[in-house]
Nanobody, 125 residues
Framework: QVQVAESGGDLVQPGGSLTLSCTIS??????MAWFRQVPGQEREPMVC?????????YAVDSAEGRFKISRDNGKNTIYLRMNSLKPEDTATYYC???????????????????WGQGTQVTVSS
């Protein structure tokens, strides 16, 4: 059974930084993605990374240049480093294995259908 566990969310001031972590178990090496969701809105894809980590794609223009995804396959963990945080980044952040990491975020479907609890990021002064 696939399980993902997100962590690292916190309350941070605008301009601050956070690093989110996502530990995966029960799954062979897979492309992964970070998503975020604001109450009342659909979960949206943010950024994905290929199995090897060589390919990274951003779905949200505002994240590129501020957010960086990485992975440590030896630890079955992916990370999301977020810099220059803005109040509009406030959301619950989720990670998930996806079918593919490519130029089309609509293709980044959760390959297992399982969502973790997410981790809350609040950007506020």
């Amino acid at each position: 059974q696939v399980q993902v566990a997100e962590s690292g969310g916190d309350l941070v001031q605008p301009g601050g930084s956070l690093t989110l972590s996502c530990t995966i178990s029960g799954l062979a090496l897979a492309p992964m993605a970070w998503f975020r969701q604001v109450p009342g809105q659909e979960r949206e894809p943010m950024v994905c990374i290929s199995r090897s980590g060589a390919t990274v794609r951003y779905a949200v223009d505002s994240a590129e240049g501020r957010f960086k995804i990485s992975r440590d396959n030896g630890k079955n963990t992916i990370y999301l480093r977020m810099n220059s945080l803005k109040p509009e980044d406030t959301a619950t952040y989720y990670c998930a294995p996806v079918i593919v990491c490519n130029d089309y975020p609509s293709d980044w479907k959760n390959s297992d259908g399982y969502w973790g609890q997410g981790t809350q990021v609040t950007v506020s002064s």
